[in-house]
């Protein structure tokens, strides 16, 4: 799994749950990954983020994760850029938060995004739609042990929705 897919927290997709699984041993820093250079559309294992349309994202910067040893793991991005596309609008945010991941006794995940972060959080029926969130400040959700949701996001940050700015 690569780095930059781990740095757009995500808080319900397998992909964040396989990158995270297996990480053992003394706390240690991976170099940093550069991030994709060309355009990609924003999908995780669940489709596509917004509801009825697609977004085209473009990172700048480097991304580094750290082992805490006990599974456990903290990603950083310093100076990262992303500059999400769709429906002829643009908007760029600076993403530097930092994510610490913590697996509980029961193989399920606590995750504490602060700072500056991309939230990808797909549709959960009878409980919210799909979509992409803008945080800042201190949030945190669940991961259930097979990569669920376990608890949406929430915490005293902000949030602003991605994708009521970028809807048609």
């Known amino acids: 799994m690569k780095n930059w897919l781990t740095r757009i927290a995500m808080p319900v997709t397998v992909a964040a749950t396989a990158a995270l699984a297996g ?3 003394p ?10 250079t060309d ?7 669940f489709g596509t983020d917004c509801p009825g ?9 480097k ?4 082992s805490q040893g006990n599974g456990g793991v903290i990603a950083i991005s310093p100076g990262m850029t992303i500059t999400l596309s769709a429906n002829g609008k643009t908007l760029t945010y600076l993403i530097t938060g ?12 606590e995750v504490v995004s602060v700072g500056k ?8 029926d009878g409980q919210h739609a799909e979509g ?6 201190n949030v945190n959700y669940a991961l259930t042990p097979t990569g669920g949701e376990g608890r949406l996001f929430s915490g005293p940050g902000r949030v602003v929705d991605v994708c009521a700015l970028l809807a048609p």
Do not use: C, M
């Open 23 to 25: 990480i053992a041993g």
């Open 27 to 36: 706390a240690a820093a991976a170099p940093p990954t550069p991030n994709p």
């Open 39 to 45: 355009p990609f559309v924003i999908q995780d294992f």
């Open 53 to 61: 349309f697609e977004v085209t994202a473009q990172l700048t910067g």
């Open 63 to 66: 991304s580094k994760e750290i």
């Open 98 to 109: 930092t994510t610490h991941t913590q697996i509980l006794p029961d193989g399920s995940r």
């Open 117 to 124: 972060n991309l939230l990808i959080v797909p549709k959960v």
């Open 132 to 137: 992409l969130y803008y945080t800042t400040g």
